[in-house]
């Protein structure tokens, strides 16, 4: 059983910056390619970065591209999510989210098979 713990979410003002973390235990870390995702009231659950189980391919959003970076630590099991020039409309449960894939990583929800129990960011307008 694969277990995802998010933390670093909270309340950050316009134009702030955040640092997610998804700690991750159950099985090999490096063997899974794992992403984020984010579900803001209302809407579906979108998309927001993926990255591959080396951490040598990484993709975005092109809602975050250029304010987001995502990275992960193999040697600690976790993956993070920096976040600049944060919007209002960043304003989600983010979530993570894990799959066991050797290649490019996901954008599609339905490729992950564990996710996290998700961190509230709150972008006030």
């Known amino acids: 059983q694969v277990q995802l713990v998010e933390s670093g979410g909270g309340l950050v003002q316009a134009g702030g910056s955040l640092r997610l973390s998804c700690a991750a235990s159950?099985?090999?870390?490096?063997?899974?390619?794992m992403g984020w995702f984010r579900q803001a009231p209302g809407k579906e659950r979108e998309f927001v970065a993926a990255?591959?189980?080396?951490?040598?391919?990484?993709c975005y959003a092109d809602s975050v591209k250029g304010r987001a970076t995502i990275s992960r630590d193999n040697a600690k099991n976790t993956m993070y999510l920096q976040m600049n020039s944060l919007k209002p409309e960043d304003t989600a449960v983010y979530y993570c989210?894990?799959?066991?894939?050797?290649?490019?990583?996901?954008?599609?929800?339905?490729?992950?098979?564990?996710w996290g129990q998700g961190t509230q960011v709150t972008v006030p307008s």
């Open positions: 990255i591959s189980g080396s951490g040598t391919t990484t």
């Open positions: 159950g099985r090999t870390f490096s063997g899974s390619a």
């Open positions: 989210a894990s799959y066991m894939w050797a290649g490019p990583p996901s954008r599609r929800p339905s490729s992950y098979d564990y």
